[in-house]
């Protein structure tokens, strides 16, 4: 009683200071406007469930957050370019060939741009696909599983950040450098920049059925950095746009020398233009090795495969495959509208915002109104393509989304806000402060034909004083804001995890009724699979050690093991033979020096255990199973490498 | 000053709802006291699940028992063995001992089973170790009955 005579008076008072602060936008330190009607526009019920999933990318973390909108609920981190030794991802047997590039065995990557597939320019929540910028790859999660099926490494690349920007029926990902290199590599000065240093782009075929991905095609293109992309849709279908800077091919002090020009280009890339020089058989082959990892769906195990050509075209010997559109100021984001007609640019280094028009673009095109050629690429003119300018009165502008009702939201990072503005008309509607130095935006279903116009979330640089503050380093800020009215309202602030660049959602009841409870264990193809304790045992070839082994709660079998030999390796195949959900077993042994493996049910993972000293170890169930989860455990004795010692293994023999 | 007996007014129908809200809610709890266990006066022999009828044995159908084992054999062996207790009971002579509607509901809806029926509940109180949900459909949980029938001939009237 005493808490609710306290409510009582709390709640007036709350209500008298929210109305009495004014618009909230002066209020550098909090921001939302009235916290009550906020936290219940946030607040999920305890059982409840979240209206949008979110995936957000981890950035420097190299891995996928996946949250709840609107509560910013984190329910699971998806690994995929980094190990994760928690799920022993890139530790056991089966994860490890998912990290296999032509540089060898790569355990972190930089993961940037999550974009989920589509169908007809709509979200269909099948898959999910994410950049890895630092050594080029892009992957692929199965948003039935939640788990990366599929990484492929692009080669003659580097830097891979203007990616993956899907086409409007997934038919590509694609890949562009942000770093210009010698392509094919080569052992040359930097000073020769200008002379040996070129940009490629890559268009990465996904198969419809499966959503197995390839290498189709790359394009050679001028030594630019190519910075970021986005697929055309509705009448633009068929083009890619990507932004580029540093069109004055600087190579040392980037920040100065490639701020030079008042204008870069958009490079607009017509795809369906490509495959009919590629079907005509206009390109070259040439020999570039890349990885290729896929999960097998049987066994669950990755197997990577090296391919050796790929088809380049260069751009400046196939007209009409390649234009560039002058855009002011160091183009960062580029956006193209829900209605496919507009292509915006953001000049990072500007104020304003610069929107091309599709179909004066092809106007300019088919009047072969050139202002100029660069490298062998018409360049158009840029009052002939420009559809307007968007004076925004911020600094800074990064990237655009929209509503899918003629509202477009860009964020600017030096003037920390998210700038409202009408499609069409190109007037400022409203504004917001980001708490601190916006990146990225996201509106669910973003980059798509349909967005869902229901929130929009700022993933910001800066944090400063959001939190608790946790000694230097900092969790990144997000703020999710409402725009299903004329003013956004700023509702919830939330951490997240690594460092997220782009984040990309969709509504839940795309993807939840497909999500996988358990793998079957008939279907599990698993060479050390067993498919019942009958079949557990241990078996020895040579300095191997095979232990086929089942996880059922609350045992292994066999939980006793003897004649391991100081020396041997020891592989540890365990087989979970639950068929419920939600029922992982954990298998960790002491000693081992790389991981635990979890075991979803009806799966096996393997992990190696090399024993180097004399003893009696070990092993336990990791994942609070059941009542009788302490009890999960067993030993292995390791005797000298000279013993005699027979193998024997067994469970509940005394 | 209209302005502040505005806030007053909405001040006061807040703290209204807030309170009578709260008293509601003690109310309720008072009538409803939680956490103690009425059991069901009659507990059916056929236990809590799908399965609702008697199940009627015919003659031991060959087909039915080899699937019976193997799923037996994949799917139950890890905990159970038909002549000695495992992880949970042996299970040779279960059907002296239950209604085979019973056995299948525990085998289809274990869950349900060890918070709700008054023997599954005891069994889980003995053995401690969770009957595992191992998602079998009802053919083949039927499958493991028959096999086990045919395993105990004193079973299969």
Same mark, same amino acid.
């Given at each position: 009683?005493?808490?609710?005579?306290?409510?009582?008076?709390?709640?007036?008072?709350?209500?008298?200071?929210?109305?009495?602060?004014?618009?909230?936008?002066?209020?550098?330190?909090?921001?939302?406007?009235?916290?009550?009607?906020?936290?219940?526009?946030?607040?999920?019920?305890?059982?409840?469930?979240?209206?949008?999933?979110?995936?957000?990318?981890?950035?420097?973390?190299?891995?996928?957050?996946?949250?709840?909108?609107?509560?910013?609920?984190?329910?699971?981190?998806?690994?995929?370019?980094?190990?994760?030794?928690?799920?022993?991802?890139?530790?056991?047997?089966?994860?490890?060939?998912?990290?296999?590039?032509?540089?060898?065995?790569?355990?972190?990557?930089?993961?940037?741009?999550?974009?989920?597939?589509?169908?007809?320019?709509?979200?269909?929540?099948?898959?999910?696909?994410?950049?890895?910028?630092?050594?080029?790859?892009?992957?692929?999660?199965?948003?039935?599983?939640?788990?990366?099926?599929?990484?492929?490494?692009?080669?003659?690349?580097? $830097?891979?950040? !203007? !990616?993956?920007?899907?086409?409007?029926?997934?038919?590509?990902?694609?890949?562009?450098?942000?770093?210009?290199?010698?392509?094919?590599?080569?052992?040359?000065?930097?000073?020769?920049?200008?002379?040996?240093?070129?940009?490629? +782009?890559?268009? +990465? !075929?996904?198969?419809?059925?499966?959503?197995?991905?390839?290498?189709?095609?790359?394009?050679?293109?001028?030594?630019?950095?190519?910075?970021?992309?986005?697929? $055309?849709?509705?009448?633009?279908?068929?083009?890619?746009?990507?932004?580029?800077?540093?069109?004055?091919?600087?190579?040392?002090?980037?920040?100065?020398?490639?701020?030079?020009?008042?204008?870069?280009?958009?490079?607009?890339?017509?795809?369906?233009?490509?495959?009919?020089?590629?079907?005509?058989?206009?390109?070259?082959?040439?020999?570039?090795?890349?990885?290729?990892?896929?999960?097998?769906? $049987?066994?669950?195990?990755?197997?990577?495969?090296?391919?050796?050509?790929?088809?380049?075209?260069?751009?400046?010997?196939?007209?009409?495959?390649?234009?560039?559109?002058?855009?002011?100021?160091?183009?960062?984001?580029?956006?193209?509208?829900?209605?496919?007609?507009?292509?915006?640019?953001?000049?990072? &280094?500007?104020?304003?915002?610069?929107?091309?028009?599709?179909?004066?673009?092809?106007?300019?095109?088919?009047?072969?109104?050139?202002?100029?050629?660069?490298?062998?690429?018409?360049?158009?003119?840029?009052?002939?393509?420009?559809?307007?300018?968007?004076?925004?009165?911020?600094?800074?502008?990064?990237?655009?989304?929209?509503?899918?009702?003629?509202?477009?939201?860009?964020?600017?990072?030096?003037?920390?806000?998210?700038?409202?503005?009408?499609?069409?008309?190109?007037?400022? +509607?409203?504004?917001?402060? %980001?708490?601190?130095?916006?990146?990225?935006?996201? +509106?669910?279903?973003? $980059?798509?034909?349909?967005?869902?116009?229901?929130?929009?979330?700022?993933?910001?640089?800066?944090?400063?004083?959001?939190? &608790?503050?946790?000694?230097?380093?900092?969790?990144? %800020?997000?703020?999710?804001?409402?725009?299903?009215?004329?003013?956004?309202?700023?509702? &919830?602030?939330?951490?997240?995890?690594?460092?997220?660049?782009?984040?990309?959602?969709?509504?839940?009841?795309?993807?939840?009724?497909?999500?996988?409870?358990?793998?079957?264990?008939?279907?599990?193809?698993?060479?050390?699979?067993?498919?019942?304790?009958?079949?557990?045992?241990?078996?020895?070839?040579?300095?191997?050690?095979?232990?086929?082994?089942?996880?059922?709660?609350?045992?292994?079998?066999?939980?006793?093991?003897?004649?391991?030999?100081?020396?041997?390796?020891?592989?540890?195949?365990?087989?979970?033979?639950?068929?419920?959900?939600?029922?992982?077993?954990?298998?960790?042994?002491?000693?081992?020096?790389?991981?635990?493996?979890?075991?979803?049910?009806?799966?096996?993972?393997?992990?190696?255990?090399?024993?180097?000293?004399?003893?009696?170890?070990?092993?336990?169930?990791?994942?609070?199973?059941?009542? &009788?989860?302490?009890?999960?455990?067993?030993?292995?004795?390791?005797?000298?490498?000279?013993?005699?010692?027979?193998?024997?293994?067994?469970?509940?023999?005394? | 000053?209209?302005?502040?007996?505005?806030?007053?007014?909405?001040?006061?129908?807040?703290?209204?709802?807030?309170?009578?809200?709260?008293?509601?809610?003690?109310?309720?709890?008072?009538?409803? *006291?939680?956490?103690?266990?009425?059991?069901?006066?009659?507990?059916?022999?056929?236990?809590?699940?799908?399965?609702?009828?008697?199940?009627?044995?015919?003659?031991?159908? *060959?087909?039915?028992?080899?699937?019976?084992?193997?799923?037996?054999?994949?799917?139950?062996?890890?905990?159970?063995?038909?002549?000695?207790?495992?992880?949970?009971?042996?299970?040779?002579?279960?059907?002296?001992?239950?209604?085979?509607?019973?056995?299948?509901?525990?085998?289809?809806? *274990?869950?349900?089973?060890?918070?709700?029926?008054?023997?599954?509940?005891?069994?889980?109180?003995?053995?401690?170790?969770?009957?595992?949900?191992?998602?079998?459909?009802?053919?083949?949980?039927?499958?493991?009955?028959?096999?086990?029938?045919?395993?105990?001939?004193?079973?299969?009237?």
């Amino acid at each position: 009683m005493k808490n609710l005579i306290k409510l009582c008076l709390l709640l007036p008072a709350l209500v008298v200071l929210s109305s009495c602060g004014g618009s909230g936008s002066e209020n550098p330190t909090k921001g939302a406007l009235n916290s009550n009607d906020a936290a219940e526009a946030v607040y999920v019920a305890p059982g409840e469930y979240d209206e949008f999933y979110e995936f957000f990318s981890g950035g420097y973390n190299g891995q996928v957050s996946v949250v709840g909108l609107p509560s910013g609920r984190l329910f699971r981190r998806i690994p995929v370019f980094s190990v994760d030794a928690e799920k022993g991802y890139g530790f056991d047997e089966e994860t490890k060939a998912m990290l296999n590039t032509t540089h060898g065995f790569i355990p972190w990557d930089d993961a940037h741009h999550p974009k989920l597939s589509q169908t007809n320019g709509e979200i269909d929540g099948r898959w999910l696909f994410i950049n890895g910028n630092n050594t080029p790859r892009i992957a692929r999660i199965d948003l039935t599983t939640f788990e990366t099926a599929e990484i492929i490494e692009i080669p003659n690349s580097a $830097g891979n950040h !203007s !990616s993956p920007y899907l086409t409007m029926n997934s038919e590509y990902v694609v890949a562009g450098t942000r770093f210009s290199v010698p392509i094919p590599q080569k052992d040359v000065s930097i000073e020769t920049y200008k002379e040996n240093f070129q940009g490629m +782009i890559s268009f +990465i !075929s996904v198969q419809p059925e499966d959503g197995n991905m390839d290498i189709a095609f790359q394009i050679l293109l001028p030594g630019f950095d190519y910075d970021l992309a986005s697929s $055309g849709k509705g009448p633009s279908h068929g083009w890619t746009f990507f932004t580029t800077y540093n069109t004055e091919k600087g190579r040392t002090l980037k920040e100065a020398t490639a701020s030079q020009n008042d204008k870069d280009f958009i490079a607009a890339i017509n795809w369906k233009k490509a495959e009919e020089f590629i079907a005509a058989g206009n390109y070259e082959e040439w020999d570039s090795e890349y990885v290729h990892n896929r999960v097998d769906e $049987g066994s669950h195990i990755a197997i990577s495969e090296t391919k050796q050509k790929v088809k380049v075209l260069n751009a400046a010997n196939c007209p009409g495959m390649v234009y560039f559109l002058p855009t002011p100021k160091s183009p960062h984001g580029v956006d193209v509208s829900p209605t496919g007609e507009y292509i915006v640019g953001c000049g990072k &280094l500007s104020a304003d915002l610069t929107v091309h028009s599709f179909s004066k673009m092809m106007t300019a095109i088919n009047a072969e109104s050139f202002e100029t050629v660069v490298d062998g690429i018409p360049v158009l003119k840029y009052e002939e393509v420009v559809a307007g300018v968007v004076k925004s009165g911020g600094l800074g502008p990064l990237h655009t989304e929209f509503d899918g009702e003629g509202n477009a939201y860009t964020s600017f990072f030096i003037s920390s806000e998210v700038v409202k503005w009408n499609v069409g008309t190109w007037e400022v +509607i409203d504004r917001v402060p %980001s708490y601190y130095s916006i990146g990225h935006l996201s +509106i669910p279903g973003g $980059g798509s034909m349909k967005p869902w116009r229901q929130y929009l979330i700022s993933m910001n640089k800066i944090t400063k004083d959001r939190y &608790l503050p946790t000694g230097p380093e900092l969790a990144h %800020s997000a703020q999710l804001y409402d725009i299903t009215g004329d003013k956004m309202r700023l509702l &919830l602030d939330f951490p997240t995890d690594g460092e997220p660049h782009y984040a990309q959602g969709c509504p839940a009841d795309l993807i939840k009724p497909n999500s996988k409870k358990f793998y079957k264990l008939d279907e599990n193809t698993h060479p050390y699979a067993v498919k019942s304790e009958e079949d557990v045992r241990v078996e020895r070839e040579g300095k191997n050690v095979h232990v086929y082994m089942s996880s059922i709660r609350s045992h292994f079998a066999p939980d006793n093991i003897e004649g391991i030999k100081v020396g041997d390796k020891v592989y540890w195949h365990v087989t979970n033979l639950e068929q419920d959900w939600d029922t992982p077993h954990g298998f960790a042994m002491m000693g081992a020096r790389n991981s635990e493996t979890l075991i979803m049910p009806g799966l096996t993972k393997t992990l190696v255990w090399e024993p180097r000293e004399v003893g009696v170890f070990p092993f336990y169930c990791t994942d609070f199973c059941s009542a &009788l989860h302490q009890e999960m455990q067993g030993y292995v004795r390791v005797s000298p490498a000279s013993s005699d010692v027979p193998l024997k293994w067994s469970l509940g023999e005394d | 000053m209209n302005k502040l007996f505005l806030f007053f007014s909405i001040a006061c129908i807040t703290s209204l709802t807030a309170c009578s809200d709260g008293e509601d809610e003690a109310a309720q709890s008072e009538a409803e *006291p939680m956490e103690i266990y009425t059991p069901k006066a009659k507990a059916s022999p056929l236990g809590i699940g799908p399965i609702t009828e008697e199940v009627t044995f015919g003659t031991v159908d *060959p087909a039915m028992v080899a699937e019976g084992e193997a799923v037996f054999t994949q799917m139950c062996t890890a905990c159970h063995k038909l002549d000695k207790r495992h992880v949970g009971p042996a299970l040779a002579d279960v059907l002296e001992r239950r209604n085979p509607a019973w056995v299948m509901n525990m085998i289809l809806n *274990p869950e349900v089973m060890v918070k709700e029926d008054p023997v599954a509940k005891q069994l889980f109180a003995e053995y401690l170790s969770p009957m595992a949900n191992q998602n079998l459909t009802v053919e083949q949980a039927r499958a493991v009955v028959e096999y086990i029938r045919q395993y105990n001939p004193q079973s299969q009237q």
